[in-house]
């Protein structure tokens, strides 16, 4: 009889982890400028250009790409597996829009003062995850309560609820555009697009922070995520405190995916597809599952990013286009392969 | 000694529409309950308070303890429940699926150690399903996720078994076969069985005492000949029927008299 046993555990998520080492050294390495890596790594402190961008430029952007693409794959992962569904990911729950607004609304209304702090850094930071968690919070809150008949969750209505409250989101956000000056509007503008672009360790810090925090908290979840697939029902008779469990997954993801939106805005496909995949190669067992999506999310961003950066090289790609472009025709490859026997069951 | 199950003036609505109006039930150890009773007669409320997914209005004790005052993970070393029917969203193995009834007998960070697959083998030993164990949930028959289901809530080494309609989706023979392990696990050891079931006549069969819902509240309660007579169930299930013996003379089993 095949469990999930130790073994599995250990060496899945250190096969991985020793690939993620390796792409973020690759990744760091890679870039429309050839670096010298001896010269880099010798004269750390001196005037050195090839220090300069390998340690200012390169590495934070990488470092913040990985963080974010496991944050992604690992919030993809709980929300399919609280919602019991293969589509469920953050941009189709309304999350990323809500994020959106609460960021944006931090961003216009919060006292101007209180954003400045530390050079515009340290407020940029501190304000903007916190307003774009608390937008995730409670749009999720807000989306999850309209699915809610008789106490149970019915799916569909939660797809479509989320479908409609992103849009409806969209439209308050243009609206806010509209009506601020042209130099918030701008502001606005350029956040929302968002992008992985070159950040000071200090943020980068910051997200991963967030994202490890909430990481963790879900990954003591795994046994609990495993017997919630099975319906909210099920799950209660086997020992699952249900509805603490909801609310725990609400408040960790929201702060995941309020800290990722502050910096990056949404990136697609990474949420939606990568635990799919990582399913196929490690089985639906969450305790694995979890950390090995977050690992897995975090090699395929930073490979993403790069070619961005180089593709076009000098110009940028956003890095959305390169996760849809690859990420999409071999997500649908595999889709086929796999009939309905491990993919969407 | 405490009876297993107790419940007293138990009552349930869904918004303005009653279900359960004092439903009194009393269940001893080692017991074997059917409870019978036409579509929406309240059985599968009743059996959803029971396993504590439901609150009802009244008292549920469970080995003169209240419901209200264990925890889920106690709870479900208590008892088990089997489903009328079982949905999977991912693709999970038997093998984990059966592991899942262990959840509440090992840290949720750790994983199962070797008492817990020792006892989740043996429970598929016990079904017939070991066979399966490397085979998806979702690809299997629906006499075959049955015994699933039933290795599962076995796993959780329960003294009480709960299912709703347990053969409702099986044909005869998978009908006759779930029944004679839930006749077995009642005899050999000595597991207290409640379950919802909907043919009166293989209920008569294997289930020493059956309990009819009416208009939800217990209607009859004894042995299948006190329970099944033709006036009860003329007055249940506004149909004409007769009642026989069957061939060993013991079981009564109910004929359907068509109105033509």
């Known amino acids: 009889m095949k469990v999930l046993d130790r073994r599995k555990m250990l060496w899945v998520n250190g096969a991985l982890l020793a690939l993620l080492v390796i792409s973020i050294i690759g990744c760091a390495l890679l870039g429309p400028v050839r670096l010298d890596f001896s010269q880099a790594l010798q004269n750390i402190f001196a005037a050195n250009p090839d220090a300069e961008i390998l340690y200012r430029a390169r590495l934070p952007r990488v470092l913040l790409g990985v963080a974010i693409g496991g944050g992604m794959a690992a919030c993809g992962v709980v929300l399919q597996a609280l919602l019991g569904n293969p589509l469920a990911c953050p941009q189709m729950l309304g999350v990323s829009g809500g994020a959106s607004l609460g960021g944006v609304l931090g961003l216009v209304f919060l006292p101007h003062w209180l954003l400045p702090i530390g050079g515009g850094l340290l407020g940029e930071i501190s304000w903007v995850p916190l307003a774009a968690f608390l937008g995730a919070l409670l749009s999720m809150m807000l989306v999850y309560r309209f699915s809610l008949f008789h106490g149970r969750l019915h799916p569909y209505h939660l797809l479509l609820s989320g479908v409609i409250f992103n849009s409806f989101i969209a439209a308050v956000i243009m609206f806010l555009n509209s009506i601020v000056d042209f130099y918030q509007a701008q502001g606005l503008l350029f956040w929302l697009m968002g992008s992985l672009s070159t950040r000071a360790y200090l943020t980068v810090a910051f997200i991963w922070a967030y994202i490890i925090f909430g990481f963790l908290w879900l990954w003591t979840k795994g046994l609990s995520l495993n017997l919630i697939t099975l319906g909210e029902e099920a799950a209660m008779q086997l020992g699952v405190e249900t509805g603490a469990l909801q609310r725990q997954i609400f408040v960790a993801s929201s702060l995941m995916i309020g800290a990722m939106v502050s910096v990056s805005g949404m990136i697609g496909f990474v949420g939606l597809m990568v635990p799919h995949v990582m399913r196929l190669f490690v089985g639906s067992d969450h305790r694995l599952l979890l950390p090995a999506s977050f690992l897995a999310g975090g090699i395929f961003l930073a490979w993403a990013d790069t070619i961005a950066r180089i593709l076009l090289a000098p110009a940028e790609l956003p890095v959305g286009i390169i996760t849809a472009f690859f990420g999409g025709p071999f997500f649908l490859f595999l889709l086929y392969r796999e009939g309905t026997r491990r993919l969407a069951v | ?260």
Not at chain 2, 12 to 38: H, N, Q, T, W
Not at chain 2, 131 to 152: D, F, N, P, T, W
Not at chain 2, 188 to 197: D, P, S
């Open chain 2, 1 to 260: 000694m405490n009876p297993a199950i107790e419940t007293h003036e138990l009552s349930f609505a869904y918004k303005d529409r009653a279900v359960l109006r004092g439903v009194l039930l009393s269940v001893e150890r080692g017991e074997m309950v059917g409870i019978l009773g036409p579509n929406g007669s309240g059985k599968t409320t009743l059996i959803r308070i029971l396993s504590a997914v439901l609150d009802g209005q009244g008292k549920v004790k469970l080995n003169g303890r209240r419901i209200e005052t264990y925890g889920r993970r106690e709870l479900s070393r208590l008892f088990a429940v089997v489903p009328q029917e079982s949905r999977v969203s991912f693709p999970y193995t038997v093998a984990e699926i059966v592991m899942m009834g262990r959840a509440s007998y090992h840290s949720p960070f750790a994983l199962e150690g070797k008492k817990d697959l020792e006892v989740a083998r043996a429970s598929m030993e016990l079904t017939d399903s070991l066979s399966l164990s490397h085979r998806y949930l979702h690809e299997l028959s629906g006499g075959e996720k049955q015994r699933v289901m039933i290795a599962r809530a076995l796993a959780q080494e329960p003294e009480i078994l709960l299912l709703d309609e347990p053969s409702a989706f099986l044909d005869l023979k998978h009908q006759v076969q779930v029944f004679e392990l839930l006749r077995r696990l009642n005899r050999e050891r000595g597991l207290t069985i409640v379950a919802a079931l909907h043919d009166v006549n293989l209920a008569a069969l294997f289930f020493p005492r059956l309990a009819m819902l009416r208009d939800g509240k217990i209607y009859r309660d004894g042995s299948p000949r006190e329970v099944l007579t033709e006036k009860t169930i003329e007055e249940v299930y506004d149909i004409r029927v007769r009642v026989e013996l069957d061939p060993s003379g013991e079981k009564p089993q109910v004929f359907i008299c068509p109105s033509w």
